[in-house]
């Protein structure tokens, strides 16, 4: 399978003001004024997270990787939501289907790689699944994001374009990223908040 990546150059410094806006404050001016400048901005292609190939003979994988990105994509958006039961139950729906991933299947460097972010996604969503709330649950996200876009990536297990979104003012402004079946920004750092704030940095095509 032939993997493409696309993403926009987003304006750091604009992204960085835009994001530090009071909270309390109406976003629908920040997302009109990003949206501007990313109208603007050259397209360049752009890859945050890099991978190997494994495309060729992962079929024994790639639909409980599937299955897993779909799982993945609701704890996203209850946390966009700040719902923190629906976050429970979804990331522990991911937490079971990452278990139920046929692992063993694979051989060599692909078992290996498949191995280590199975278990980053076991223990990240387990982490949220076990979470008493919306800020604890938050803590464990951009863990459990990277790991599935980085298998979803690896083994061409993609039914979708994914986003890979970041928020500079997430993780005590240190920024952390997010992955997206949609264009649009919601940011699940942040909830209803500072709900635009954030950038795309990555697009994945199958």
Known sequence: MKKT??????VAA???????????????????????VETEA??????????????SGSEVVETQI???????????????ASDAE?????ASNVA???EAMPVATLTGEQKAYAEEKRAEIQQSASAIAQASDVDAQREHLE????????????????????YYQHCPMANNNQGAYWLSANEDIRNPYFGESMLKCGSTEEVYKN
């Open 96 to 98: 079971s289907l990452a």
């Open 42 to 55: 050259t397209l360049t292609t752009n890859v945050v997270v890099e991978t190997p190939d494994y495309t």
């Open 143 to 162: 863990l459990l994001s990277e790991s599935v876009f980085s298998m979803a990536k690896a083994f061409g297990a993609a039914t979708q374009q994914l």
């Open 66 to 80: 599937e299955q897993v990105v779909d799982a993945y994509l609701k704890v996203k958006e209850a946390l966009v």
């Open 86 to 90: 629906a976050a429970k139950a979804a």
């Open 5 to 10: 990546f696309f993403a926009a150059a987003v």
């Open 14 to 36: 604009f992204t960085f003001s835009a994001c530090s806006e009071n909270k309390t404050e109406n976003t629908e001016a920040v997302m009109e004024s990003t949206e501007a």
